[in-house]
């Protein structure tokens, strides 16, 4: 057993994030466990960019109020307790609704090989708001 050192908060690279997002790792997945876990927290309005994953994510809520939409769908509230599942190669982005903020664990594993996750366009404040 091992009891790891915690890791500084980071902030969300403006390449893969709209507005202020922090992450916190919780798992890195050191060999052979692939898989990667962090805490990401949003600040009311933040979002990810359109994204996908090569083996998938699962996202849990743990505070605040958010949303989610996948590509072509509809654009969705979510709230702590909830836990969303988006498929391999599925693109979609996440964040905090506009006036709250929002935390959510995210879980994903790394392929065998190749790029664990594959970054697009910002999602537009047009996208953002078309509840």
Request: charged share 20%; hydrophobic share 35%.
């Amino acid at each position: 057993m091992e009891i790891l050192p915690r890791q500084p908060s980071a902030k969300g690279p403006a390449e893969m994030f709209t507005g202020d997002v922090w992450f916190d790792v919780i798992a890195k997945g050191e060999e052979p466990s692939r898989m990667r876990v962090n805490t990401v927290r949003f600040a009311p309005g933040a979002r990810t960019a359109w994204h996908c994953h090569a083996v998938g994510q699962t996202l849990h809520v743990t505070e605040g109020v958010g949303l989610v939409q996948s590509r072509g769908g509809e654009v969705v509230e979510i709230h702590p307790g909830d836990t969303i599942y988006t498929p391999p190669g599925e693109w979609h982005w996440h964040g905090a609704a506009p006036d709250h903020f929002m935390t959510h664990l995210a879980m994903w594993e790394a392929p065998a090989a190749g790029q664990e996750s594959e970054w697009g366009d910002h999602v537009t404040d047009e996208e953002y708001t078309a509840r």
